[in-house]
């Protein structure tokens, strides 16, 4: 029977692997480093655990373009026609996910996310070729991007749907349940795989039960992709647009003094920090704009709506104040009468 590699095309690979090294080694070298990836106490970025994360991807690689030039899978033969020992391989795509999303570059965050979700979708679509397990394969990146704008409409357009929602949970529950259940098998079937004395029933068993045990755990690995990618996408449009508005340059810190003296000790005493006197400070702040006044109206420009007693009064005081001979003379002059002249003195008008 003719056979040709199915599902959805992954990313082109590429591979540094020799072809010495046998398909099989290379598949348990890829799947052993994800597993020991997923327990280790060194943090995710450091450069050692970037290193392991690509040597393992390296060998997923090479083993997944042997098993695609093997063509050892057909979307036209049925699971039972698989043979055991080459069950495993149709984890290839998944691993190669979950290593994908192990690398933790920022700038390339999205293209790491829409990598590893075609990964994910290509192993699910196998998976749903042959019958492997029963699920719903995830919805498009177009129908998801759809679904992500619509979230964001005003309200009364494009209201939750309150029955699909409630679907949604139930079936992650239920996958929970189901993922639960397949991890207490695979652990009874795991120490004869191991141990290598187990026949090929347990063998093929356990290599059914990752393939079931992949599906919850690529469905919960897109459908978490999904939920991140519009945010991201997101966040590249708001880093592209202009500022609103033009940010004044920051003021570097100093020491403010009195004096020049003062400026100078302080100067000897914290050479880190450049010291400024009070009219260094006011010219330096008024060049800047960020004086409390500057921008404020200036009283002159409204004087003329105000009362014009008011005006004059104000006037007198200022008078007053800058200590106007003729002013000051007036009022002590008028301080004087009213100390030998009580009030009312001199009417007497109308007092017969």
């Not at 997944?64 to 026609?81: D, G, K, T």
């Not at 790491?112 to 019958?131: E, G, M, P, S, W």
């Not at 139930?170 to 207490?184: D, F, H, T, W």
Request: a negative charge; charged letters at 30%; proline letters at 6%.
């Amino acid at each position: 029977m003719a056979k040709s590699e199915q599902g959805t095309k992954p990313p082109q690979l590429s591979s540094t692997e020799p072809d010495s090294v046998k398909l099989s080694e290379q598949f348990e070298r890829g799947w052993s480093a994800l597993e020991e990836l997923d327990k280790t106490q060194e943090p995710m970025g450091s450069h050692s655990v970037q290193e392991r994360v690509q040597r393992a991807v390296r060998s997923l690689e090479s083993a997944s373009m042997r098993v695609a030039q093997l063509e050892l899978f057909s979307r036209n033969e049925e699971l039972e026609e698989v043979c055991t020992a080459e069950l495993r391989y149709l984890l290839l795509p998944a691993l190669l996910g979950a290593l994908t999303l192990k690398q933790t570059s920022r700038e390339r965050r999205l293209e790491i996310l829409q990598t590893a979700r075609v990964y994910f979708v290509d192993y699910l679509q196998r998976c749903k070729n042959y019958n492997i397990f029963q699920f719903n394969m995830p919805k498009t990146c177009e129908e998801t991007e759809a679904e992500s704008t619509s979230s964001f409409a005003p309200p009364g357009q494009g209201q939750p749907n309150l029955v699909a929602m409630a679907a949604q949970r139930q079936a992650k529950i239920e996958r929970y349940r189901q993922k639960k259940e397949l991890e207490v098998q695979l652990e009874t079937v795991k120490s004869a795989v191991d141990s290598g004395q187990a026949d090929e029933d347990i063998s093929r068993r356990f290599y059914l039960l990752h393939l079931r045990r992949w599906i919850s755990l690529s469905l919960e690995e897109v459908e978490s992709i999904d939920q991140e990618i519009p945010i991201l996408k997101n966040m590249g449009v708001l880093k592209s647009m202009p500022p609103s508005q033009s940010n004044r340059p920051p003021m570097k810190p100093f020491i403010l003094t009195k004096d020049a003296v003062q400026a100078r000790v302080f100067g000897a005493g914290y050479p880190s920090l450049p010291t400024m006197t009070v009219d260094e400070w006011f010219t330096e702040h008024q060049k800047h704009g960020v004086l409390p006044d500057q921008g404020i109206p200036h009283r002159l420009d409204v004087e003329e709506d105000r009362d014009p007693a008011e005006v004059q009064e104000e006037q007198k005081e200022r008078q007053a104040e800058n200590d106007n001979e003729e002013s000051l003379h007036k009022a002590r002059s008028w301080d004087d009468y009213k100390d030998t002249h009580r009030r009312g003195y001199g009417n007497r008008h109308n007092m017969g």
